[in-house]
């Protein structure tokens, strides 16, 4: 057996808090479930019985995440790929399980393949567009523009109103209330060991007696919760020997006027609106199925650009990746003199 799929845990109404994603070993195409928050333990139960059937073999580890997260979890909608639902064999474990369009399922249309073969107006289906029951639908589509069809325009159908756009956040990540709560106490009281903190929060606004005050409230309580182990902070790359925050990165340090100062563009190529700052959120691990890392000591603030180099490699791998281009780059130089 061997791993061929992911199944994707996708909460909903969560804008704060994408959700996690659980690695399983699977001998059938791939499912997509989503979830809402506040629930039952009723969800746990149909999905273990529908697993075995669907040919899914989950991990003990991955349960127990499972466990976790449906305690507090309410709802279902389950997101079957074209590919799956047209499957005769995977359909019929479909029905079985009592899963039906519009009602507690949508075809989730993301290749344009798919959408040519199978268009969901052949079956009289209609866009979703709300996130319980009645789903007002039978699909969703996100297909990304393309000019290698005639018709390659952007296909996006199905939670497109103002208060339902998408059926959920699909992301790397997921974070109970509690975690993200505690996650922002720390990504605030490390930004208050930038040196110039105090100085770029009274010229943004606040007086300098808050500033001081703030800094000393949220430090406090950081260390009371257990959220401001310098030690670990140090470890994890998000404060220096000195205690201030630094990239994890390029281990320089940060200073404050990177979190309310926009992105520099290049001349010429300016964007008006753009809303980008210096500095960003930046996950030391990085996001990985099956793993929860969105979470304290996790996370850092960082360079945009730094962000953007180590993308999902995670920190190690593009070191070494860079340590690699700079001996190339060494090499040619010298072959060159």
Same mark, same amino acid.
């Given at each position: 057996?061997?791993?061929? $799929?992911?199944?994707?845990?996708?909460? +909903?109404?969560?804008?704060?808090?994408?959700?996690? @994603?659980?690695?399983?070993?699977?001998? =059938?195409?791939?499912?997509?479930?989503s979830f809402r928050p506040r629930c039952s333990g009723l969800l746990l139960t149909m999905i273990r019985s529908c697993?075995?059937?669907?040919?899914?073999?989950?991990?003990? &580890?991955?349960?127990?995440l499972w466990n976790q997260v449906y305690s507090s979890q309410n709802g279902y909608i389950v997101l079957i790929s074209p590919a799956n639902? @047209?499957? &005769?064999?995977?359909?019929?474990? #479909?029905?079985? *399980?009592?899963?039906? +369009?519009?009602?507690? =399922?949508?075809?989730?249309?993301?290749?344009?393949?798919?959408?040519?073969?199978n268009p969901p107006k052949k079956y009289g289906w209609e866009p979703a567009q709300n996130r319980k029951y009645p789903l007002g639908g039978q699909y969703v589509a996100r297909i990304p523009a393309t000019t290698a069809h005639s018709d390659g325009r952007k296909i996006n159908e199905g939670f497109t109103?103002?208060?339902?756009?998408? =059926?959920?956040?699909?992301?790397?990540?997921y974070a109970s209330q509690q975690t993200i709560n505690e996650s922002r106490l720390q990504l605030e009281a490390i930004f208050w060991t930038c040196r110039d903190a105090i100085e770029h929060t009274v010229f943004s606004g606040?007086?300098?007696?808050?500033? #001081? +005050?703030?800094?000393?409230?949220i430090l406090e309580n950081c260390e009371r919760r257990g959220l401001f182990d310098q030690r670990k902070l140090f470890a994890n790359r998000i404060l220096n020997g000195d205690n201030v925050a630094i990239c994890p990165f390029c281990l320089e340090e940060l200073?404050?006027? $990177?979190?309310?100062?926009?992105?520099? *563009? =290049?001349? $010429?190529?300016?964007?008006?609106?753009?809303?980008?700052? &210096?500095?960003?959120l930046f996950h030391i691990d990085a996001l990985r199925v099956g793993t929860s890392n969105h979470r304290p000591y996790n996370l850092g603030w960082g360079h945009h650009h730094c962000n953007i180099v180590v993308k999902d490699e995670g920190i190690e791998q593009t070191l070494q990746w860079l340590q690699k281009v700079l001996s190339r780059n060494d090499t040619h130089k010298s072959s060159a003199g």
């Open positions: 057996m061997k791993t061929v $799929g992911t199944i994707y845990l996708v909460p +909903l109404e969560m804008r704060d808090s994408p959700p996690v @994603f659980f690695r399983a070993l699977m001998v =059938a195409p791939p499912f997509y479930v697993l075995p059937s669907l040919g899914i073999v989950v991990i003990g &580890e991955v349960m127990s639902y @047209f499957d &005769e064999t995977t359909n019929r474990n #479909i029905k079985e *399980q009592k899963l039906i +369009l519009g009602r507690n =399922a949508l075809v989730y249309y993301e290749g344009r393949n798919d959408w040519i073969d109103g103002t208060d339902n756009k998408g =059926a959920g956040i699909r992301v790397y990540e606040m007086t300098k007696a808050d500033a #001081i +005050l703030r800094k000393k409230v200073g404050a006027s $990177g979190f309310f100062s926009r992105l520099k *563009q =290049a001349s $010429g190529r300016e964007v008006n609106d753009l809303t980008v700052t &210096e500095l960003n």
